[in-house]
């Protein structure tokens, strides 16, 4: 309807003679304007909000590629195992058959439980890099892949039946509190019976003796 209308108007522009009498054409003339008016504010209407919501989109996109770039981009401390994050380092020689050992634990409600929990498992699983007048540690178990292969050990020695605390004792009694970026960390230094707990592990079959390894 519209277009025709406006059709009927642009034969007016054209100065085609539709009405002859003057005063309708002065009539012909405010509706050409309107009828042909009419139309494009509705075009730019739409043309308005599509812009709009182009803007808005892309606004939201350029947001949401900031926040994934600063949750990539944070700190984070370094993955370990099942149980949680640690960091496990030599503190020192201990005594005949044991080992000092300073454990940072990613927790802030970490406490002294779980600070010598990771300590028998960094030494079983992980061992540690030189310094602090060590030499570098090797872990007990050949591959991390055991801790798996044997849940049925592991997962009571850890979690159920706490067996670890046996050959783990807290030096001292001081907790160390760190903050790392968004990330809390507590360590304390623990002694660990590593060849007792390397021969109780050996005669559970878990591991073989230190020629073989598992």
Known sequence: MTLTLCAWALLINLNVKVVENPVNQIKQSYVRAFLCAYPKKIINRHIKIN???????????????????????????????SYGLYEIECAGAGTQGS?????WVYDRNANIDMIKHYAVHGLIFKGYAGGNGCTPQRPMAASPA???????????????????NRYASQVGNRLERVRVGNETKIGAVISVSK??????????????GLSGGF
């Open 99 to 103: 080992q000092l050992v300073k454990v």
């Open 195 to 208: 060849d007792m707990l390397r021969r109780d592990l050996e005669a559970a079959g878990v591991l073989r």
């Open 146 to 164: 055991l801790e798996l292969q044997r849940a049925n050990f592991f997962d009571p020695f850890f979690k159920t039946d706490k067996a670890y």
């Open 51 to 81: 812009k709009a919501m182009k803007q808005h989109l892309l606004t939201t996109i350029l947001v949401g590629s900031f926040l994934l770039l600063l949750a990539t981009c944070r700190s984070a401390p370094p993955a370990t195992n």
